[in-house]
């Protein structure tokens, strides 16, 4: 393993994610995450979004002209505006853009599709407002959510967002993926957690049923698509399997695979070069269909 990611493990360990209930999860995650420091040369801001919390990030001194609308990951069943800032404050800084996070519901207490409700509210809700849209974006399950939200905006004929930017997306709720089958867990993920978070997601709906799993919807007619995955994680198979129907969908689409990379690996500045060069990408991406 490479000693940056050694050098990881205590952090990642402290989030929780072995207990195995969520109301434990939850308090362990909303406790230990909210104490990881935040990059320097940012400012936040409290905001409503659409009737929900939410938070405005940018980078000291910048005065915007763009924004992202993202969501943060947690299986559908935890995280927050308290404890996730870190990867809307490394986007922001990275892209120019203000990024807006809405604290949208969770499972198991609103299931899907609640969440994807919340995401579509908050992007007509910026529509309304008057500076441009340059992304959806979002990572894990926020990445899955950014892409079922694109898939509700088309299918309500709103006009979409100029691209849809996923870190490591969680796409197949099912857990049908080689790596799922296998048994594989990673050094954020394991099965048993993300089992935890589909019963708590699906309640009543089947694993394929489109609302819940991007992986079987019609993704036909999205905008351009960027996916960012680690090479030694979990849901590799969710990124590159979704990533090929895309394709047969015609759907402009960019897929980076980093190998000995872990999930969500952009989030970590101290796996830079890797980190720093995904944002990069990003940014010219954004700007590129922006």
Not at 80 to 101: D, F, N, P, W, Y
Not at 211 to 240: K, Q, R, Y
Request: proline share 8%; hydrophobic share 45%.
């Amino acid at each position: 393993m490479d000693r940056r990611i050694e050098d990881l493990i205590p952090v990642i360990k402290s989030f929780g994610f072995d207990r195995e209930t969520i109301p434990e999860i939850r308090e362990i995650f909303a406790r230990t995450a909210a104490q990881l420091p935040l990059p320097d040369g940012i400012r936040l801001e409290d905001a409503r979004l659409a009737g929900m919390d939410a938070l405005r990030v940018r980078a000291v001194g910048s005065d915007p002209a763009r924004r992202i609308l993202y969501f943060h990951g947690g299986g559908y069943i935890l995280g927050g505006l308290k404890a996730q800032k870190g990867m809307s404050c490394r986007l922001a800084l990275a892209t120019g853009c203000e990024v807006i996070q809405p604290d949208y519901r969770l499972a198991p207490e609103f299931p899907c599709p609640a969440a994807v409700h919340d995401a579509v509210a908050a992007y007509r809700a910026l529509l309304d407002q008057d500076r441009p849209i340059a992304a959806i974006a979002g990572d894990s399950a926020g990445g899955g959510l950014s892409l079922l939200a694109a898939i509700a905006i088309r299918d309500s004929g709103l006009n979409p967002p100029p691209a849809i930017i996923a870190f490591s997306p969680w796409t197949d709720i099912g857990l049908t993926g080689a790596r799922s089958i296998a048994g594989f867990d990673d050094l954020v993920l394991t099965g048993s957690l993300l089992s935890l978070a589909q019963k708590a997601w699906l309640r009543n709906k089947a694993a394929d049923d489109p609302e819940a799993s991007p992986l079987f919807a019609d993704l036909a007619g999205l905008p351009p698509i960027m996916i960012h995955v680690g090479g030694d994680e979990l849901l590799l198979d969710d990124a590159t399997r979704i990533a090929a129907k895309l394709a047969q969908s015609d759907v402009e689409i960019s897929l980076t695979v980093r190998p000995k990379m872990i999930h969500v690996y952009p989030v970590y500045p101290t796996l830079a070069p890797e980190a720093d060069a995904a944002l990069a990408e990003v940014d010219a991406f954004i700007r590129r269909h922006g």
